[in-house]
């Protein structure tokens, strides 16, 4: 039997870095074969807490949250560890303005934020790629370095 972990004591980051070796391990183990999932609820709770977004009662694809003025935003998230070109997700729908910006945020092994961005539906109308097999579009990691003029990086502002 193990040691009992008291995770209450632990802040999220620390959570965060327990997760992902387990979830190494696992995968060694041929358990399971994705690490991103925790990724993508860390990424929008550090997201909600530092601007103090009002979260979607029923948060779905379509946008994550609400800004003061009504705005939407979806946040996609991914941990970089070896390929550099992940997608950020397939986004659906795209025509029918779901959101009003999308926030990226990029983080490294140890979920030290590497990059972070708010880029605008319009911006991103323009740049992503439609996949048929996926029926969506597709936004890398790659996209985001041809869009750096375009969008509004807000890594220094996230309280991490």
Not at 31 to 54: D, E, Q, S
Not at 72 to 91: A, C, D, T
Request: glycine share 4%; aromatic share 10%.
């Amino acid at each position: 039997m193990c040691n009992k972990i008291n995770l209450s004591e632990l802040t999220e980051l620390e959570l965060m870095i327990l997760n992902r070796d387990i979830v190494k391990e696992l995968n060694k183990r041929n358990v399971v074969k994705t690490r991103n999932k925790p990724i993508a609820g860390y990424a929008r709770w550090l997201i909600k807490n530092t601007f103090g977004f009002k979260q979607t009662v029923n948060p779905n694809e379509k946008y994550d949250f609400l800004d003061k003025d009504n705005n939407k935003y979806l946040v996609r998230s991914r941990q970089i560890i070896g390929n550099k070109n992940l997608p950020f997700g397939i986004i659906r729908n795209l025509d029918d303005r779901n959101f009003d910006y999308l926030i990226t945020v990029v983080f490294d092994e140890d979920f030290n934020i590497m990059e972070s961005y708010k880029i605008s539906y319009e911006v991103l109308q323009n740049e992503v790629d439609f996949n048929s097999y996926q029926k969506g579009f597709i936004l890398g990691v790659s996209h985001i370095s041809k869009l750096k003029s375009k969008v509004e990086d807000i890594k220094t502002l996230i309280k991490h």
